[in-house]
């Protein structure tokens, strides 16, 4: 086969190399995001890290601030993903009502997770412009995990005593706070029993037969 055909085969095309740029930028992002914070990571050394000019980084997102939100709605997107998943497995209501809630648990309590969404609550409350992005990615996370919960209640097996959006809120907010404690307080509240007290609550509220 001809070298300039495998050449044009391997070109990227225009779309394709931006959305290569934002996935590597979004990815070194997350990692200096993690070290440093949302006000001491700098946009400059990011791009320098990624490969790219600090043009590059501009072009791709308006500010560090709007860097800093990708990479908190790609994790989202995953978390949601996985959480997806599970409703589209073979298995019984209160099988997938468990997985769902051992997941739950599981992705709540991720050390990067929680020092992610802790720093975006603190600017959030530091800047209104940043609060606005904050409530906008926590009323969709809501919807989402509503659909989630909607989605199992269509089945007669599965019990809620509450609005699946009251359900969503009560659990993020326990989970979260209970969460951020642990890494505080290290061996005086172990991640075990930290995954342990999510769950109990998970099955207060909501079970299947």
């Not at 997938?96 to 051992?102: G, N, Q, S, V």
């Amino acid at each position: 086969m001809p070298t300039d055909t495998i050449e044009k085969r391997k070109r990227l095309t225009r779309e394709e190399s931006r959305a290569l740029t934002r996935s590597r930028l979004i990815a070194v992002g997350r990692a200096h995001f993690l070290r440093y914070g949302l006000g001491g990571a700098v946009a400059e050394k990011i791009a320098e890290e990624a490969g790219y000019s600090r043009g590059a980084l501009y072009s791709n997102f308006d500010s560090k601030e709007e860097l800093f939100l990708a990479v908190i709605c790609e994790q989202e997107a995953h978390r949601f993903e996985v959480l997806s998943s599970i409703l589209h497995e073979n298995s019984s209501s209160k099988e997938r009502l468990r997985k769902l809630r051992d997941t739950f648990a599981d992705v709540v309590t991720d050390r990067d997770w929680i020092v992610l969404h802790t720093e975006f609550q603190a600017e959030a409350l530091r800047s209104e412009r940043i609060r606005e992005s904050f409530l906008k990615f926590h009323r969709q996370t809501i919807r989402d995990g509503e659909q989630l919960i909607k989605e199992l209640l269509k089945s007669s097996e599965v019990t809620l005593n509450m609005k699946p959006s009251e359900f969503i809120m009560a659990m993020l907010s326990f989970s979260l706070g209970l969460a951020v404690n642990q890494k505080l307080l290290g061996a005086e509240l172990s991640q075990r029993s930290t995954r342990a007290l999510i769950q109990s609550l998970f099955d207060d509220l909501i079970s299947a037969v």
